[in-house]
């Protein structure tokens, strides 16, 4: 059966590096957005990849009916202005694809919970205006602006992600940062990965960025 591979860790918790990593290892992977180089499909083109999951979901059952082309899923959710899209956090979806895509496996990357959340406050307007400011599952229109709301978001995150998949070996839990995460991801999914390191990585963080604990 065909490999598919979903992953349904938060932004800032190494996702980018795990796009590039499969993408290195022969998958053709969508990360966040679909670029118009990925495919010749033009009416997906720039579109969100949680955008496309919610279509497929709501309109034939199957979250990656619009996204066929694409083996791997690296960073599924979408918070904008105006869109605020977290397939990872949707019970019904992530069942759906399992009822889909019966072979399917799911990841689940995550780092130290303080990391993650110190991480969201330096990339552009996430911590200080995206998070804060925008409904997410889990963390309302309000919360989001401290160490220690986003650190409660985060670690809520991966336990209601444990709970789902208990006991299930389709799925795999892993810090970003292990020196060994590289090779639970190769056996997890049954090929080498030729490449790992950082992607995407963060500027500097500016003193004037703390944030309330």
């Known amino acids: 059966m065909r490999l598919r591979i979903v992953n ?107 990391a993650m959340s110190d991480s969201m406050l330096r990339w552009s307007n996430l911590g200080t205006k995206r998070l804060p400011e925008g409904e997410v599952p889990g963390l309302p229109a309000g919360y989001g602006a401290t160490t220690r709301e986003r650190m409660t978001w985060i670690e809520g995150h991966y336990a209601h992600l444990a709970a789902i998949f208990a006991g299930d070996p389709a799925y795999l839990d892993y810090d970003t940062a292990a020196p060994d995460a590289p090779a639970r991801i190769a056996a997890h999914i049954g090929r080498d990965l030729p490449w790992w390191g950082t992607a995407n990585a963060n500027p500097a963080r500016d003193a004037d960025q703390e944030d309330a604990a």
Request: proline residues 5%; aromatic residues 8%.
């Open 8 to 114: 349904l860790g938060l932004p800032k918790s190494g996702t980018t590096t795990l796009g590039h990593a499969l993408k290195l290892a022969g998958l053709k992977v969508a990360d966040h957005r679909i670029r118009r180089r990925q495919t010749p499909q033009s009416a997906i083109h720039n579109s969100y990849v949680a955008d496309l999951m919610y279509r497929g979901y709501f309109e034939t059952g199957d979250p990656l009916a619009h996204m066929d082309e694409f083996d791997g899923f690296a960073e599924v959710s979408c918070l904008t202005a105006t869109r605020s899209l977290w397939p990872q956090m949707d019970y019904g979806l992530i069942a759906a694809l399992r009822r889909a895509h019966p072979a399917a496996l799911f990841l689940a990357s995550r780092r130290d919970a303080r």
